[in-house]
């Protein structure tokens, strides 16, 4: 079974930062693109990050300038570094990777059970 965990959400005050990390267990081949989408309350899900197995990366325009996302593939890990959060942040996080599995190599794509981001004061 391969599975994506992550941690690090929280409630956080404007200005400040968050780094949210989410790994990937299990029989895994190889990890294609990872990243990081958010889904606010009453909105639609929306691309936040991501990053490709070679460590290209592509940002909403909402978080150029803020967010970070960066990948440890030893770990096959991918984190997402937020600073200067705004309330309208306030989101749940979640993971997608699309992941390879071992001898068929057909690819896999999942998604983490969601971290739960508040920014208030």
């Known amino acids: 079974q391969v599975q994506l965990v992550e941690s690090g959400g929280g409630l956080v005050q404007p200005g400040g930062s968050l780094r949210l990390s989410c790994a990937a267990s299990?029989?895994?081949?190889?990890?294609?693109?990872m990243g990081w989408y958010r889904q606010a309350p009453g909105k639609q899900r929306e691309l936040v990050a991501v990053?490709?197995?070679?460590?290209?990366?592509n940002y909403a325009d909402f978080v150029k300038g803020r967010f970070t996302i960066s990948r440890d593939n030893a770990k096959n890990t991918v984190y997402l570094q937020m600073n200067s959060l705004k309330p309208e942040d306030t989101a749940v996080y979640y993971c997608?990777?699309?992941?390879?599995?071992?001898?068929?190599?057909?690819?896999?794509?999942?998604w983490g059970q969601g971290t739960l981001v508040t920014v208030s004061s």
């Open positions: 997608n990777a699309e992941l390879v599995r071992p001898i068929t190599l057909r690819a896999l794509e999942l």
């Open positions: 990053i490709t197995s070679g460590g290209s990366t």
């Open positions: 299990g029989s895994i081949f190889a990890i294609n693109a």
